[in-house]
Nanobody, 118 residues
Framework: QVQLVESGGGLVQPGGSLRLSCAAS????????MGWYRQAPGKQRELVAT???????AYSDSAKGRFTIFRDIAKNTVYLQMNSLKPEDTAVYYC????????????WGQGTQVTVSS
């Protein structure tokens, strides 16, 4: 059974930075498409960034230029570096993993809260 455990969320001021981590059980980081989603109160969960098994990355329009997804295969961990944070980035952030041939993630983490506020 695959487990994803997020960490690194918290309260940060506008313009600040946070790095989220997602520790995965098993060696899936190099075989699955790993992603970060977020869900703000009253809104649908949305995709923020993905990194493929080959290391290709993709970002939502709101994340481009500010967020970076990267991985450490040896540590089975995926990260989301978030810079220039805005209040509208406030949400619960979820790590996900899906097999390359499917669209919907197969596995989800429990989520970590990110709050951007002064």
């Amino acid at each position: 059974q695959v487990q994803l455990v997020e960490s690194g969320g918290g309260l940060v001021q506008p313009g600040g930075s946070l790095r989220l981590s997602c520790a995965a059980s098993g060696s899936i980081v190099s075989r699955y498409v790993m992603g970060w989603y977020r869900q703000a109160p009253g809104k649908q969960r949305e995709l923020v960034a993905t990194i493929s098994s080959l290391g290709y990355t993709a970002y939502s329009d709101s994340a481009k230029g500010r967020f970076t997804i990267f991985r450490d295969i040896a540590k089975n961990t995926v990260y989301l570096q978030m810079n220039s944070l805005k209040p509208e980035d406030t949400a619960v952030y979820y790590c996900s993993a899906r097999f390359p041939a499917v669209v919907i993630p197969d596995y989800w983490g429990q989520g970590t809260q990110v709050t951007v506020s002064s």
